[in-house]
């Protein structure tokens, strides 16, 4: 419950962040403050060394980081579950060939073909987005194939089979119904690990430097040196911000998955 | 924790001097490396003909005592010193230096060729003795930088194995020779006692690489590195307050610049610049637009100068500075006025003005480099400023792969990177003829074209007097101030900070605000010294607030998990059944 | 063969299965089929004759594993034959005359918790079938009327119900509605009751004879139990490894067995005060579908060949080359046995 | 027989795998915008007749079926091409520094591992005890860090001056400090224990969950309550029944994760300028180098097919079921 | 009442005496009380029958008896074994009781045995831990007995449990239970998932040994016919509570619960016209346990109910068959036909 409650305080401020803080803040030109000011009663947060509240840079940074987020997991999941369910349901070559596919890109490391992809795609939040996509579903794809092959096997599939049902009703009606959970849960602990993906590749230098994201905060701190600047509250919003919605996504994705998965129940 | 005032690695009695840098070594092959380390390698390994001096980057005697120049300034006469000996042992001779010259000439060798084009004979009439006679009167000889290599061992690799020799370690003729170099680690040289500038007075140098620039700082306070090189502002800054440490800014040759698409579709068919860009008044009226100021103040925390012309202040004596009148200052009302005159009005109201003919807006592509926040910083003042000039720019940030792309192809209106000129103005005056324009030459990315220009080009080359040529500089670089394919906006510092409780003999090339390291020679390392009395004791730093913070932030919670621990442990029983 | 038991069943077969063939292939890994390993085929039912009349309870029984569920499925198209042919009405079933006969035709499965979708409420699992086949008149009438006739009253109570809401018995009435909901000519039930309480299993059977009764309907029932099948069935068929080995009236065959399986089949039955040691229970493991004994497929575990009476009748030999076919021993009952 | 036959099958499906990695690589590289050479060129500053000349060298002159043959070709011969920023053969470069990376990411994930599963083992068998939630509350916590964060808060604590200078800021040895023998182990064990300890720490939570919910399941089996019946000590139920069933999930995962591993590596790499494969990747990755990317990526690639390979082998031999199926 | 005391006599030497045993689960929804209050005897060498629908209790009485529940689970009574609480013992002491005087064959023998491990590697664990002193080879070659007593050669020992059949594992179960000789076997629906002619086999198998071994046996299933057959004595459960007990022939033709007569009327006897198209068996459905119907739980589905049964919950009454059940018809004041026999 703690993680619906943080990512609730979240998800408000990303969508209020014009109310709380003022977009022209993310503009050096707008910005007001001095060079890497530590915390004040103008700055609760100080500002980094362009004289922009670190505040709100992180309110901003979060609608960036948690859209990144929200649409590179809507991307895997598409392809994750389409790719999950057609392979399941069909079966036969057709699942031998899109397993084998997904097995592929399930061993191929995650991070060093995200930066080849960036490194070829070029550096925009599309892309980022695109590379965290395309190198995040095969495990839901896997995940939703198991749980295909699972329903697909339960007697009430056989049942409306046998009632004369065509493929499009069993999937809509019947497999979908019974994987959405199972994706949904999924969805959930993939945007924390898509969140994570973004700040990793910001910090690497491969995302949107015009954009501010946690990600990207963090790569200006560390490249700023913010650290041996002691310039703590240049480092900790962003990553404490990280932590919190991350931790917030796999709470609430292992607690979907306990009530899901009713073996994990308390005996 | 306090820290005897020795270096660094003075451990076995060895002096060792130490640098810390966050890039690594390329190649230790003279004809492939590019990165700056490596360089650093070959400063201290290896001679030029002709050095830079120290003080101002005149000639001074290298492996060449001396020289003359023959009065229809075509033939050169360099009397080579004969107490130089490459670190096997072999003497150099003349004939090292016309076997390096002959092989850049026919291997047509990338980054050395252009600083000896116009030879035209080398000759050796003895041991000690080069003639070289060029197509044209030049002083280029005199600034070549390009290192003399041993005959004996280059003349065993091949053109083909050349671009893949490793070269490790290198043999050279300087006061240093590499003995060991760790990958993406560090590398070590040792001094040569019998080197011909005398022999340094340090044992060892150490090139350490961090790729985290805080671990550099904080390796610079702890004394593990006595010399941090190319620092960014903020751990500058930081540095700046710590006691035993010393904090330089180094005039460099470099410099930034907002470049423009002034004629792309000239050579290249398919171009696409903005056909605003091709009205100067246009490019005036930007340059009257951004406050460089503001730019130094923000965006390099004041770290560097202003900039005017192409030709950095680091080549005193070729480096043109207008007259206050003839800068474009910063006046946005002036801008407006001269788009204004110039027809360019917003005629639809949306704050953007449009092309006379009523066409289309100025709305700029301002490319800005991924690679660099300076210009992604930079690109929101630029952006802010020329809203208010009535001119929009849609700003997006590239790798470097794909800017040269653009650039290539034509396919930009507006770009930010940046310049490091070689000391000899040549190079980077070179890149705004009309030759150099893409696809046919490579160097020019703003299509910049003019005779005029071209004619002074050839000009300054033959000039055989400095002052002369000085004179043609300036007007070229007054030419393409005035002519803005280029807003040139600072001349940024090398930002370094060193032991200065330990070391001493720190050189400046060139005085009074050089690089303290190797400018464009080895002064520093062969100069180099222990302080000498005991300097005072480091003072013990006690945590800062900062590190409270920290230790906080790990302690609590794992305090709060021991107190969740102490709390729920009941019955640990093993009765579970 | 088209003796229908005690005539409970009036007019012609409504399902004609003729020499129907299934099998499976086993899985064949990528790496396997690159070996050239040729893959096991599990012949799951080979080569069964059967025949349902109108009105009719069939019963088909026989141990885990020999093919029944199999036979069911393809009867309903749940499964390619290998070959065979399924007549109904007296017309071969083409693939694309499938969605019709399975309107005809109803399925109930085994296990009625699985078979109702748990995030589907009784009303929409019972209007499944309408909807798919798109049945004209009030869905909701409909579906009253089926949840009724299944025993569910009144069916209002359970439309919105979800199934982990209502009792096993309950569920497979729910099961039952949904079939009926079609108004069927026949239903094919496969271990209708095995998943249900015994003190519950009666009511449903109950159900399905007085269905029968009302509606005429056609019944074949899979089960393993032959007490079940003496319960409901008018004729009983033995299946044992893939083929139909005895099948007649219930009466008759299970009273008065003919084929040496089907007798050992009712001796292992508990029985009160009778005595486990003394009676013959067949040694052995559940045969394989993938290896099929050649000739007789039971021979191997035939105590009548291991106590050697095949051998005085000198059968032994055919017992073991020539595959025997079902005979018609006694009136209906046929039996598939060199020694009956 | 069934053993021969997994085993057989699980290597061609590596080799498959491998063949599918080799041919995305190729055109991963093939996709790329512009011209390698010309961009080579005009970083180095090269006249335009060199960059006819690299085009040559880099084969990239040939028809693409032709470039794909000798690509092949070349690469079973482990002849990577050349390294634009290096100049040496890639294969030479990564050579060079393979080891760092090998040890940094074998500590880790032996580190990781060993401890992960022991917290999660011990989690699940107090499930609900103070350490099970602490334990938990901490694997939620790392897991949820950026590594790179971490490690720069374990640098700033552990190594900087304003922290507890314990450790070296950086690098793998000290610089012209002992070479060999004891002196010299130690002197990396120093310097390595910040890395692996940041590794180790961002991946110790997943496997501590993993283990936990992976014995919890396990605990819930019957043959465990058998062997509890049997009248076996707690410990012994977990020790000799429940922990091997629970550790068959966790070794597939745990090699899955070796790509996260790899991942992670390149930024605490980065962070602790670790000489190792991680760095070259960012260093390539800088430049660009687009023939060191190739490279480094086929052979993150390769270690995490062949690192999955052994972990289906010891599945197999862990799990006598997968023998047959 | 007098009854119960007359039970409680003929307890006395027993080898298993369950006193008043309650079990109940915690749940989100309130405890479940699965078992209520039972309370049985078996004497050495004798063979009682657990009867009773799905979910009536009768797994749980299985592992109560060797402590085996969760530990949330919340027991009271008495299980005394050979006169000793198990219950109350210390854990060091249970864990020596459990295998060695009692053991237990569960339902689903694929999951009850360890799939990782050989299955006379599983067997010998059992031997070792009670008999310290046995070696490897005197292990192996009790395994190689055990095995072969219950009819699998004794090289199955090498055999992971998924190399075996669901029969011959079930055998092989058996035989770990052997392995200390205990006084007592708990076979808790050892035969469910077989085959009738697998089933058929172990059956005889477990007679077998029971007779040979002079084992007490407490056989667990919901077929009541099954129990017939191999049983002295049976219990029949009903939610959570043993409704009749007696001797097993007179419970199955003459049983004077009427849910007994339901249970035994759902197991048709072939040949008999009496089941001819006549399925037995009961209406209505099991009871929940969390919500049990008030007086006798039996009541809503009872054909027999009368006035006081929603009120009264019926204590146990002596049967005609010598037995006892739980049934207000056998009350002679209530009902004073007393009960149809
Ligand atoms: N989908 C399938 N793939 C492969 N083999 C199958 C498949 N379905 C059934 N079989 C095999 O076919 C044989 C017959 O199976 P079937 O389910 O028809 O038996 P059954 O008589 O219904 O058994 P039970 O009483 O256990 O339900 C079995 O050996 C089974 O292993
Ligand atoms: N761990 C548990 N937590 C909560 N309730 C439980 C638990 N185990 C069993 N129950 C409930 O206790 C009751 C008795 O269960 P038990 O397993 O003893 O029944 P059973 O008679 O063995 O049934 P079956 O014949 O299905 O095995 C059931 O209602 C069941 O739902
Ligand atoms: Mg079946
Ligand atoms: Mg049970």
Redesign the pocket.
């Known amino acids: 419950m703690a993680g619906l409650i943080i990512l609730g305080f979240f998800l408000i401020v990303a969508l209020a962040a014009p109310l709380l803080a003022d977009s022209r803040g993310l503009s050096p030109v707008g910005a007001t403050g001095g060079v890497l000011d530590p915390p004040s009663l103008d700055y609760p947060m100080g500002t980094d060394d362009l004289g922009r509240s670190v505040l709100t840079l992180t309110i901003w940074g979060s609608r960036i980081s948690l859209m990144v987020g929200f649409f590179a997991t809507a991307l895997s999941m598409v392809i994750g579950a389409v790719i999950g369910i057609a392979a399941g349901y069909y079966g036969g070559w057709r699942e031998t060939a899109m397993m084998r596919f997904t097995d592929w890109f399930l061993v191929i490391p995650f991070l060093p073909l995200a930066i080849v992809l960036a490194s070829i795609l070029g550096r925009s939040l599309f892309n980022i987005i695109l590379v965290i996509g395309i190198t995040s579903w095969p495990g839901t794809a896997r995940l939703v194939r198991a749980q295909t092959l699972s329903v697909k096997e339960r007697p009430y599939v056989e049942r409306a089979r046998a009632l004369g049902a065509g493929d499009w009703h069993l999937i809509t009606r019947h497999i979908l119904p019974n994987v959405f959970p199972l994706i949904f849960a999924n969805t959930i602990l993939v945007v924390a690990i898509a969140i994570l993906s973004e700040t990793t590749l910001s910090f690497l230098g491969l995302g949107d430097p015009l954009r501010i994201s946690w990600g990207t905060i963090l790569e200006f701190a560390f490249n700023g040196g913010a650290a041996s600047r002691g310039a703590w509250w240049w480092l900790l919003p962003p990553g404490v911000a990280i932590v919190l919605v991350v931790l917030a996504f796999t709470m609430c994705g292992y607690a979907l998955d306990e009530i899901l998965n009713p073996r994990l129940r308390r005996r | 924790a306090a820290q005897t005032p020795s270096p660094s690695g003075s451990a076995a009695g060895k002096l060792t001097f130490t640098i810390g840098d966050d890039n690594d070594l390329d190649s230790m092959n003279p004809f492939v490396a590019v990165e700056a380390p490596a360089f650093q390698i070959f400063f201290l390994t290896y001679d030029f003909l002709v050095n830079l001096s120290q003080e101002d980057l005149s000639p001074s005697p290298g492996l060449a005592e001396s020289w003359d120049q023959s009065d229809d300034g075509l033939t050169w006469t360099f009397q080579i010193r004969d107490d130089a000996t490459w670190h096997d042992g072999q003497p150099v001779t003349a004939h090292d230096v016309e076997y390096t010259y002959n092989r850049i000439l026919e291997e047509e060798q990338g980054s050395f060729i252009d600083y000896i084009s116009l030879i035209d004979t080398i000759e050796v009439p003895d041991d000690q003795t080069v003639v070289i006679t060029t197509k044209e009167p030049t002083l280029q000889l005199l600034t070549a930088l390009v290192f003399i290599l041993p005959e004996h061992i280059w003349k065993d690799i091949s053109t083909e194995e050349a671009g893949t020799f490793e070269n490790n370690p290198p043999v050279g003729s300087g006061p240093f020779k590499v003995v060991e170099w760790e990958k993406g680690q560090f590398y070590r040289m040792e001094s040569v006692p019998e080197y011909w500038g005398g022999a340094p007075r340090i044992d060892e140098f150490v090139y350490r690489i961090f790729n985290n620039e805080d671990a550099l700082v904080q390796a610079l306070r702890a004394g593990e590195v006595d010399f941090a090189d190319s620092l960014n502002a903020n751990p500058f800054n930081s540095l700046k307050e710590t006691t035993g440490i010393t904090t330089h800014e180094a005039n460099i040759p470099s410099f930034d610049e907002i470049g423009f698409n002034v004629g792309a579709n000239d050579t290249i068919p398919d171009a696409d610049g903005h056909p605003a860009l091709l009205d100067v008044r246009v490019r005036q009226a930007m340059a009257h637009a951004v406050d460089k100021q503001v730019i130094l103040d923000r965006v390099l925390q004041g770290y560097g100068t202003i900039g005017t012309t192409i030709v950095p202040p680091f080549s005193a004596a070729y480096h043109y500075e207008p007259a206050e009148e003839d800068l474009f200052q910063f006046d946005l009302e002036e801008a407006n006025r001269i788009l204004d005159e110039a027809g360019y009005e917003d005629t639809d109201g949306d704050d953007v003005r449009e092309m006379p003919d009523g066409g289309e807006p100025l709305r700029f592509r301002y490319f800005v480099r991924s690679e660099n926040n300076s210009t992604v910083q930079t690109s929101q003042f630029v952006q802010d400023w020329f809203n208010q000039i009535g001119i929009a720019t849609e700003v997006e940030a590239l790798d470097d792969t794909t800017l040269t792309d653009a650039i290539f192809e034509g396919k930009y209106d507006m770009f930010h990177w940046g310049w490091f000129p070689d000391p000899d103005p040549d190079f980077i005056l070179s890149i705004f003829t009309c030759g150099q324009r893409p696809p046919d030459g490579i160097w020019s990315d703003s299509f910049y074209c003019d005779e005029e220009y071209d004619r002074m080009y050839q000009e300054q080359k033959t000039v055989a007097d400095v002052a002369e040529r000085a004179q043609v500089i300036f007007e070229m670089q007054k030419k393409v101030y005035e002519d803005a394919p280029y807003i040139v906006l600072y001349y940024d510092a090398n930002l370094q900070a060193y032991r200065s409780d330990r070391w001493t003999g720190f050189l400046n090339q060139p005085e009074p605000d050089g690089d303290l390291l190797s400018g464009y020679g080895n002064y520093t390392f062969v100069n180099l010294r222990p302080v000498t009395k005991g300097a005072a004791a480091d003072e013990e730093e006690g945590g800062s607030a900062f590190t409270w913070v920290w230790v906080g932030l790990v302690a609590g919670p794992l305090l709060l998990v021991a107190v969740a621990l102490l709390i729920r442990r009941r019955k640990g029983e093993e009765d579970r059944a | 063969m088209s003796a229908t038991g005690e005539g409970r069943g009036d007019g012609g077969p409504v399902l004609e299965v003729r020499d129907l063939h299934v099998s499976?292939s086993?899985r064949q890994g990528l790496g396997a089929g690159l070996l050239g390993r040729s893959a096991t085929t599990?012949r799951?039912?080979d080569g069964v004759d059967l025949e349902v009349a109108r009105g009719e309870i069939v019963a088909l029984a026989?141990?885990?594993?020999?093919?029944?569920?199999?036979?069911a499925r393809a009867i309903m198209g749940l499964?390619k034959p290998a070959s065979g042919e399924i007549r109904y009405a007296g017309r071969p079933l083409r693939h694309r005359d499938l969605r019709e006969f399975r309107r005809k035709v109803q399925m109930v499965f085994?296990d009625p918790t699985g078979a109702l979708n748990p995030r589907q409420t009784i009303y929409e699992s019972v209007a499944e079938g309408l909807r798919i086949h798109k049945v004209s008149g009030e869905e909701d009438v409909l579906v009253s009327k089926a949840l009724a006739d299944a025993g569910l009253r009144p069916p209002e109570r359970f439309f919105l119900l979800y199934p982990h809401e209502v009792s096993g018995g309950q569920r497979q009435r729910v099961v039952i509605a949904g079939a009926l909901a079609l108004e069927p000519e026949m239903i094919v039930a496969?271990?209708p009751v095995s998943n249900l309480d015994a003190s519950v299993r009666g009511e449903i059977l109950a159900l399905l004879l007085k269905l029968r009764d009302r509606f005429g309907l056609s019944l074949l029932i899979?089960t393993?139990d032959l007490g079940l099948a003496w319960t409901v069935a008018d004729r009983v068929a033995v299946?044992y490894l893939?083929r139909i080995v005895e099948v007649g009236p219930a009466e008759d065959v299970l009273t008065r067995p003919l084929h040496p399986y089907t007798k050992a089949l009712l001796q292992v039955l508990p029985e009160a005060g009778g005595d486990l040691s003394g009676r013959s229970i067949l040694l052995g493991e559940p045969p394989?579908?993938t290896r099929i004994p050649p000739g007789c497929r039971f021979h191997p575990r035939c105590p009548e060949v291991q106590s050697g009476r095949a051998a005085e009748l000198g059968m032994e030999e055919r017992n073991r080359t020539e595959v025997p076919l079902l005979r018609e021993i006694r009136p209906a009952h046929f039996v598939a046995c060199h020694l009956a | 027989m069934g053993a021969r036959r997994y085993l057989t099958a699980k290597v061609v499906q590596a080799l498959f795998t491998l063949a599918f990695v080799l041919v995305f690589n190729f055109f991963l590289f093939r996709i790329l915008p512009g011209n390698p050479a010309q961009i080579l060129a005009r970083q180095r500053r090269l006249p335009v007749e060199a960059v006819r000349e690299l085009e040559r060298d880099f084969g990239l002159k040939d028809p693409l079926p032709q470039q794909f043959v000798n690509y092949a070709g070349d690469t079973l011969r482990a002849n990577f091409g050349i390294s634009f920023k290096f100049r040496r053969p890639v294969g030479e470069v990564i050579q060079g520094r393979i080891w760092p990376t090998v040890l940094l990411v074998g500590v880790a994930t032996i580190g990781s591992t060993v401890i992960g599963l022991l917290i999660g083992i011990y989690g699940a068998w107090r499930r609900g005890s103070g350490f099970d939630m602490g334990s938990l509350g901490f694997s939620l916590v790392t897991y949820a860090m950026p590594e790179f964060w971490l490690g720069m808060i374990l640098l700033i604590l552990f190594a900087s001056t304003s922290g507890l200078e314990l450790f070296p800021l950086g690098n793998i040895r000290t610089p012209g400090g002992p070479a060999s023998g004891i002196a010299h182990l130690l002197d990396v064990g120093r310097h390595l224990f910040l890395p692996a300890l940041t590794l180790i720490l961002a991946l110790l939570g997943e496997y501590a969950l993993i283990m936990r919910s992976s014995l919890l399941d396990v605990m819930g089996d019957d043959y465990i309550v058998t062997a509890r019946a049997k009248g076996l000590r707690e410990a012994q139920v977990l020790r000799r029944h429940a922990v091997p069933n629970a550790l068959l999930p966790t070794v597939t995962l745990v090699a899955l994760n070796l790509g996260f591993v790899v991942s992670g590596a390149i930024t605490v790499e980065t962070v602790f300028s670790w000489p190792g494969l991680g760095l070259l990747t960012v260093e390539a990755l800088q430049a660009p180098d687009y023939p060191l990317l190739q490279g480094l990526f086929l052979l993150f690639s390769v270690a995490v097919i062949v690192a999955n390979l052994i972990a289906d082998l010891i599945y197999g031999y862990l799990d006598p079921r997968v023998r047959v199926a | 009442m007098i009854a119960a005391e007359e039970r409680v006599q003929a307890s006395v030497g027993s080898l298993l005496s369950v006193r008043d045993l309650s079990v109940e689960y915690p749940s989100q929804a309130g405890p479940v009380p699965a078992v209520r209050g039972v309370t049985f005897d078996v004497a050495e060498g004798e063979i009682l029958g657990l009867a009773g629908e799905s979910g009536c209790g009768k797994s749980t009485i299985a592992h109560a008896l060797l402590r085996l529940l969760p530990p949330d689970a919340r027991v009271t009574g008495q299980v005394l074994l050979n006169g000793e609480d198990v219950l109350t013992m210390k854990f060091g002491r249970l864990r020596a009781v459990r295998w060695d005087e009692a053991s237990i064959v569960f339902q689903g023998a694929m999951h009850s045995m360890n799939p990782v491990q050989r299955v006379g590697d599983q067997i010998v664990e059992a031997v070792r831990l009670h008999r310290p002193g046995t070696n490897d080879r005197q292990g192996q070659a009790q395994v190689g007995e055990l095995l072969e007593r219950v009819g699998l050669p004794a090289r199955r020992a090498r055999d992971y449990p998924h190399e075996l059949s669901g029969g011959q594992r079930q055998r092989a179960m058996i035989a770990m239970a052997l392995a200390c000789d205990p006084k007592l076997l708990i076979a808790d629906e050892p035969t469910t998932a077989l085959d009738v002619m697998v089933q058929a086999q172990v059956l005889s198998l477990l007679k077998e040994l029971q007779r040979e071994l002079k084992l007490g046996l407490i056989f667990i299933t919901h077929d009541l016919s099954v129990l017939v057959e191999l049983c002295d004595r049976i219990a029949v459960m009903y939610a959570g509570r043993i409704v009749e007990e007696g001797p097993a022939e007179a419970i199955f033709e003459r049983p004077a619960h009427p849910y007994s007569w339901g249970l035994s009327g759902s197991f048709p006897r072939i040949g008999d016209p009496e089941y001819r198209r006549a399925p037995g068996g009961l209406p209505g459905d099991p009871p929940d346990p969390q919500r049990l119907p008030t007086g006798c739980p039996f009541h809503p589905r009872c054909p027999r109910a009368f006035e006081p049964c929603p009120d009264t919950d019926p204590p146990m009454y002596p049967a005609v068959h010598g037995g006892f059940a739980a049934c207000l018809l056998l009350d002679s004041k209530l009902n004073p036909e007393g009960a149809r026999a």
Do not use: R
């Open positions: 499976f086993g599990a799951a039912v026989g141990e885990s594993g020999c093919g029944k569920t199999t036979l499964v085994q496969d271990e899979v393993h299946m893939g394989d579908p």
